[in-house]
């Protein structure tokens, strides 16, 4: 079905999975979810391209110093490593990570404060250098060191020596934003490492999650990257959602695909955004939750990537971002819970092996009972007769996790088709400027029009997904997304071959019936 690269905003009017690419990589048979298995290598280029752009928006940012003064005698050597860079120093970083060196060592003598941007700001010129000559370890030992003191300062009580070089709520957040992207440029050079990137994100991520509560007027304690609380609790439904305190609830994830679906946007978008709390790490925070998910996807944990897609969602909404993102988020949080629907169908199947050696019973025949598209045909007194002999011979506890894996499978196909619902009637309560202007939105709304086609396929809804299918060509026609035309048409034609295939198949049962009589 979906390629298992997410979609993400590009800077300009194009959204994008990756330059180039197209924004799905495999199609998945839909009448049966195939056992999962993680392709790291495409998610270490999706991983890896996300980060590019964080780290080269941080460097940026500090690379000309724009709002820095520097002592007079710093600022002479600086220009020494900038010219030394530079394509007229012939891009000399030997000697540029030198003069950055020497500038350190000045502000050293000068007793610079080590929190402040200029201290940091070279710093980050001698991290580049170190990069640049291929010196990895001692990059990430500077990295190393400007995220320890950020951490020590932002951790730190407000009466301590450390919590007293904080001047403010807004000097804070300008801290919380520089340690988001410093965290961004460790997982970066960490990136074969997952665990460590997910830990270093985490610990980094909580921090800021932590001052947007408290921004929020919330209570700072027990923060969660999880909890559905930043927006649920401030819904009408928030005596109904009070008791749910982790989003892997599904309870809660539920609620977020209602509040979404039936989004009379001026109560969940309008009156309950608070834009100011994440102010002014709001990019950064959501960049590293992004890839924060990715990271869980590269490891094969969909149902973190999923939970941490759906937070990210509820975050966005109260952060007040603009309607392309969000719709956006939102489409990737509807492929990831899909993706972790597939998990539980594997789960299902290996389940149905089980009770069929246990009720000595030919699988392919229990496996033709619950997919009309096997060539296999069960009559009904053999369908009878097998259902008995494993409903005798299958154990209660069996049955139940068997029925429970089933059921919450069910809950995250609807959840799929509420979130991809809330997409196309979110988009229409936009003023039409703003979605002709912004050409994310268009591919965004054919992306979840294309998913809920996708969803009504594999439910066997034939008429309703060559519909919705269609539909999703035109819209990714009118808006230039050729990347998914093609996948549409793929779609198109599994769907007229599964059609075919359950009409022989239908046909055949009625002739055997005739040849029988």
Known sequence: MFRAVLKTRRPGLKPRARPGRPVFSRAYNYSHFPNYEAPPSKFKRFINFNLYLASLTAFAYYMWWP?????????????KGLWAESDKGEKDYQLALKHYLEALEEC???????LSDEYTGIQLKVGEMYERLGMLDDAAFVYNEIATLYLSVLKAAPDSVQGARVTGIDHRGHLIQKDLRIALKLVELNRENPLLSKAILITHLLIAQEEANRKMGMGSHDVSLLAPGDLLNLTANKDNLENLKQLNDPRAEQELANAL?????EEVIVLKTNPEAWEPFAEEFFSAMDILAAICISVGDIKAASSIRVSMTSKMLVAGVSPDKLLLSQCNTALLLYFQAEQLQAEEQALRKKFAAAAGVDHAKVKALHDPLQPILVLDGDAAQIKQKITESVLEDDKRAYE???????KLLDMVVATYESVISGSKTLPQEIVKENATIGETVALATYGLGVVNLHLSQYEKAERLLREARVRSKSCGYDALIAEIERELQKLFNEKNAVKNKDDGIEMDIHLTK
Do not use: G
């Open 108 to 114: 050293r003598e000068l007793r610079m404060d080590r």
């Open 67 to 79: 709002k820095h003064t520097f002592p007079p005698s710093v600022a002479k050597i600086l220009r």
């Open 261 to 265: 679906k039936n989004n009379n946007a």
């Open 404 to 410: 429970e894996i089933i059921a919450n499978k069910e």
